[in-house]
């Protein structure tokens, strides 16, 4: 299931179902109805289906920016209710996105954020996702990921390219390579990664910007593809993100 949560995002995937989310006004925070960080605003919502594309065209807005403030400031995302049309299956959704201390992370000064979704279907809780992201930014660059309290894998980032301090509807470019070790002791490696970035048309004020993650994995023939998809303003606000829950 593909869930966009507005002010939020995430992965995408095939075989997904895409749900709505929207955050409530507040200083570094969003919750409910509203528009992400400082003031009011009206929540951007996508119905079941698809990442929400309306045309060729659309505005330029920032994209480093915008994910740097993402990621550096608190935010929280959550929206009841998202119905999956193929089967009516019921999801209630929320992310949070919390920065920690600044630290270490393979010799370099990183800052830190916890990102946590909570996902319920039909009632019943699905396994938390939480993860640590250690990055920089001004321009943001990815570092690497650990995964708390779900399994001991170490993801480290390489050949990192700086998003552009703008994008519009076309553009695209490279951004980052990963490998995923067993553990921070690196005994093996689980999977690497080429990450890609996109820009798509929204709406006449904002666009969609993706990350387009192909993940190998060792040992299984083929590859998965996902999206972390974030909705970005003219003002370089996230009024909505989209990520994927397990069906």
Not at 127 to 143: A, G, M, N, V
Not at 240 to 246: M, Q
Request: charged share 10%.
């Amino acid at each position: 299931m593909l869930v966009l949560l507005a002010g939020c995002g995430g992965g995408g995937g095939g075989g997904a179902t895409t749900t709505s989310a929207t955050p409530s006004s507040g200083s570094g925070t969003t919750t409910g109805s509203g528009s992400t960080g400082a003031g009011a605003g009206t929540g951007a919502g996508a119905g079941a289906g698809t990442i929400p594309v309306t045309g060729s065209s659309g505005p330029t807005v920032p994209i480093e920016p915008a994910i740097s403030s993402l990621y550096s400031t608190p935010h929280h995302f959550d929206k009841p209710n998202n119905i999956d049309p193929r089967n009516g299956d019921n999801y209630s959704v929320v992310a949070d996105y919390t920065p920690g201390a600044d630290t270490v992370f393979e010799g370099v000064a990183v800052k830190t954020v916890a990102i946590t979704r909570d996902v319920t279907k039909n009632g019943t809780p699905l396994p938390r996702s939480s993860q640590t992201d250690f990055f920089q930014i001004s321009p943001y660059k990815l570092i690497g990921t650990t995964f708390p309290g779900q399994n001991n894998f170490y993801v480290v980032a390489s050949a990192q390219i700086a998003l552009p301090p703008a994008g519009k509807p076309g553009d695209t470019g490279n951004f980052y390579n990963s490998t995923t070790y067993d553990s921070a002791a690196k005994n093996f490696v689980v999977a690497t990664s080429t990450q890609t970035w996109k820009v798509s048309a929204d709406t006449d004020t904002s666009v969609i910007f993706c990350i387009d993650s192909v993940v190998t994995t060792v040992g299984v023939t083929g590859t998965k593809t996902k999206s972390d998809c974030y909705r970005i303003d003219r003002n370089g606000t996230i009024p909505s993100i989209f990520f994927t829950v397990p069906n």
